[in-house]
């Protein structure tokens, strides 16, 4: 069975003539459309492109720059690590100068130490020489004040145990009393002059024989006879006294001639009146010794010369005498006051000086 065909050719060829019409200013519409567009985008594009152009040659400008910003950045890192390695060359340099300028001042400061150790040391050591040749007290504490303010100056800790004895040292010394070595010569010189006044222990055997002329003259005989004549007396009367009076004379004279006294020491006795000289002049000596020991500070010998002295003096002298008293007194006095004339001694100062010195 065929199925019926509908002719639609009329209605195509009517709708062929009025379509193309449209679909062409629709066509037209678009392709002006699509012209303004393609022109829009091709000045887009172009715009595009001049930035993309623009922006391309600031990049590489700007890349051309910071090459050579970065060329610079590594002529500079360069330098400064040039100039680095100077600093750190001239650094150690400079460490190495001050480690060597430390070391030059500490041994500076070590010589300097050891230089003032040795000045204070010949200080004291030259005071104590003068102290010994004076007799006084004064050379050491001016030598130890002198040290103590020098080492004061140096304000060195390791030389504090030095100040610390120089100080006890100066107490020590203000507290000691030393001899007036002038008042001791004084005294020496007195009792050498008193010597040759100093009477024996025997000069009462020499002397015995002048006391007795305490009779007055006796008259002489004739004189006694015109004596009794004028007063009317007897001749025999006058004679008698006259024999009286010369024989009292001749027992005093008698009685002069022997004197019996007591002397401990039996050599006094035994001294002949011509040695009397010499003894004196030996005991002079002995005092002149002990002068001269303490003059040159020899204590020892100075005793030793007043001890014999006063050997001298008790066993030849006459005790009982004022002047032997006297002089026996003044020899006792020198000799209490030159035990106490030994001048104090820096010993506890030169052992801190020994021991800066050693440096411990």
């Given at each position: 069975m065929t199925a019926p065909v509908a002719d639609f050719s009329a209605p195509s060829a009517v709708s062929g003539a009025g379509i193309p019409r449209r679909w062409m200013l629709l066509i037209a519409l678009v392709a002006v459309a699509g012209l303004l567009l393609s022109i829009l985008l091709w000045q887009k594009l172009s715009n595009i492109q001049e930035e993309l152009a623009?922006?391309?040659?600031?990049?590489?400008?700007?890349?051309?720059?910071?090459?050579?910003?970065?060329?610079?950045?590594q002529e500079s890192a360069r330098e400064l690590t040039a100039r680095l390695a100077i600093l750190e060359t001239r650094l150690s340099e400079v460490s190495l100068q001050r480690t060597q300028l430390e070391e030059?001042?500490?041994?500076?400061?070590?010589s300097r130490d050891e230089?003032?150790?040795?000045?204070?040391?010949?200080?004291?050591r030259l005071a104590q020489q003068q102290a010994q040749l004076t007799g006084s007290a004064e050379p050491l504490l001016a030598a130890l004040k002198?040290?103590?303010q020098r080492l004061a100056r140096a304000a060195q800790p390791r030389l504090n145990p030095l100040q610390r004895a120089i100080a006890r040292d100066v107490e020590r010394i203000k507290a000691t009393t030393?001899?007036?070595?002038?008042?001791?010569?004084?005294?020496?010189?007195?009792?050498?002059?008193?010597?040759?006044?100093?009477?024996?222990?025997?000069?009462?055997?020499?002397?015995?024989?002048?006391?007795?002329?305490?009779p007055a003259a006796a008259p002489a005989p004739a004189g006694a006879a015109s004596a009794a004549a004028a007063m009317g007396w007897p001749d025999s009367l006058a004679l008698r006294a006259w024999w009286q009076r010369t024989l009292q004379g001749v027992l005093d004279e008698a009685r002069g001639l022997l004197r019996v006294s007591r002397i401990d020491q039996p050599d006094a006795a035994l001294l002949a009146p011509e040695q009397a000289f010499f003894l004196r002049?030996?005991?002079k000596l002995k005092l002149l010794n002990a002068?001269?020991?303490?003059?040159?500070r020899q204590t020892a010998s100075a005793r030793s010369d007043l001890v014999s002295a006063g050997v001298m003096l008790g066993k030849y002298f006459d005790p009982a005498a004022r002047r032997t008293q006297a002089a026996t007194l003044l020899?006792?006095?020198?000799?209490?006051?030159?035990?106490?004339?030994?001048?104090?001694?820096?010993?506890?100062?030169?052992?801190?000086?020994?021991?800066?010195?050693?440096?411990?």
């Open positions: 623009r922006r391309s040659t600031d990049a590489t400008a700007q890349s051309i720059e910071a090459r050579t910003l970065a060329r610079q950045a030059l001042m500490q041994s500076l400061s070590r230089n003032l150790v040795v000045d204070v040391e010949s200080a004291l002198s040290a103590d030393v001899t007036d070595v002038p008042g001791l010569l004084f005294k020496l010189d007195e009792l050498t002059r008193a010597v040759d006044e100093l009477p024996l222990a025997n000069a009462m055997q020499a002397g015995g024989a002048a006391r007795p002329a305490a002049e030996n005991l002068r001269l020991g303490l003059l040159s020899l006792q006095q020198l000799q209490s006051q030159m035990k106490s004339s030994e001048l104090p001694r820096l010993d506890e100062t030169l052992a801190a000086l020994s021991t800066a010195a050693a440096g411990r």
